[in-house]
């Protein structure tokens, strides 16, 4: 009797757990507790493959760090210098102050006496027109950035330096080089033979009320690489001259690439070349400049010659 009643346990085991697999086989295949797989369908596999979300596009990488460290430098001629690492090739800079008027200037050193870049700035509120600046040093050398207040000691200035790695070097040089080969505003400026401080041409660009910021870049790359001397004028109207800018670097190994705030309507960036006409050639690119993201915004407006 116990072997009879065993056999027939043994039997009742086998058919639940054919008929469990039976269940299984037919059962849904989704998310547990549902009834539905991933695509809708009730039961069973899906028919159509899921379909990926959209990627939205990589932003452009800016020109300048949208954080960049400051300290403040007191006016009164206040100098801070920044020793570059070997193998620098590159720097950026930023000058800006709460409100009062910014002047101070920029050098690149070369040894105790030896200067190959100045940028001179003079603004009349550098909230508004902060400079940023990036500078290209020559191969092989020692260079040495300094940076000196030039105005009174009530007229104190943020100064913001930083040295990118290598790579973003090669990232920062291939963004000045497509910004002045494809730049919708770009003007040669050859020297002159007048024996005063506008011995050169002048270029005059007007800039559009919906560009908030413009990057201008400098450069004698293609109209014989020489050394070039400029004056960077920004007036509001007519002939309200509310920032300048004397330039002055190797031309052909050292563009400038900045940016010129300019918020609001009426601005007008006026370059002078203060070099005679024998050895004053260079050109100028300008393309407007968007600040949060660094890619381009509507072009400029037409610019307008004057000698």
């Not at 770009?186 to 270029?203: C, E, F, H, I, Y």
């Not at 940016?259 to 009426?266: A, F, L, N, R, V």
């Not at 070099?275 to 004053?280: H, P, T």
Request: glycine letters at 10%; charged letters at 20%.
């Amino acid at each position: 009797g116990r072997a009879n009643l065993s056999k027939m346990m043994i039997s009742k085991s086998i058919l639940a757990l054919g008929l469990l697999g039976v269940a299984s086989a037919f059962g849904p295949i989704g998310t547990v507790g549902s009834s539905k797989n991933p695509s809708g369908q009730p039961g069973g596999l899906s028919s159509e493959p899921a379909t990926p979300e959209p990627q939205a596009p990589a932003a452009p990488e800016p020109l300048f760090p949208l954080v960049m460290p400051m300290e403040t430098m007191q006016g009164g001629k206040s100098i801070r210098t920044f020793k570059m690492p070997p193998g620098t090739l590159r720097a950026q800079y930023m000058l800006r102050t709460n409100g009062r008027p910014l002047k101070a200037k920029v050098e690149v050193l070369i040894g105790p006496i030896r200067t190959t870049h100045t940028c001179n700035v003079d603004s009349m509120n550098g909230k508004e027109s902060p400079v940023r600046g990036t500078i290209q040093f020559k191969k092989n050398t020692d260079p040495m950035l300094r940076i000196t207040t030039t105005g009174q000691d009530t007229f104190p200035v943020e100064v913001g330096m930083t040295v990118p790695t290598p790579a973003r070097s090669e990232e920062i040089a291939a963004i000045t080089t497509e910004t002045f080969d494809t730049a919708p505003v770009k003007m040669l400026s050859q020297g002159g033979t007048a024996p005063n401080d506008n011995v050169g041409a002048v270029r005059s660009f007007e800039v559009p009320a919906d560009v908030d910021a413009v990057q201008l870049v400098t450069w004698s790359r293609d109209v014989g690489k020489k050394s070039l001397k400029a004056r960077i004028e920004v007036l509001k109207g007519p002939n309200s001259q509310r920032q300048t800018i004397y330039l002055q670097c190797g031309g052909s190994t050292q563009p400038w690439h900045g940016i010129i705030e300019t918020p609001g309507s009426g601005w007008i960036i006026r370059v002078r070349n203060l070099k005679y006409i024998e050895d004053g050639h260079f050109e100028i690119a300008m393309a407007p400049y968007d600040l949060s993201k660094g890619a381009s915004t509507p072009q400029l407006a037409p610019a307008t010659q004057m000698w």
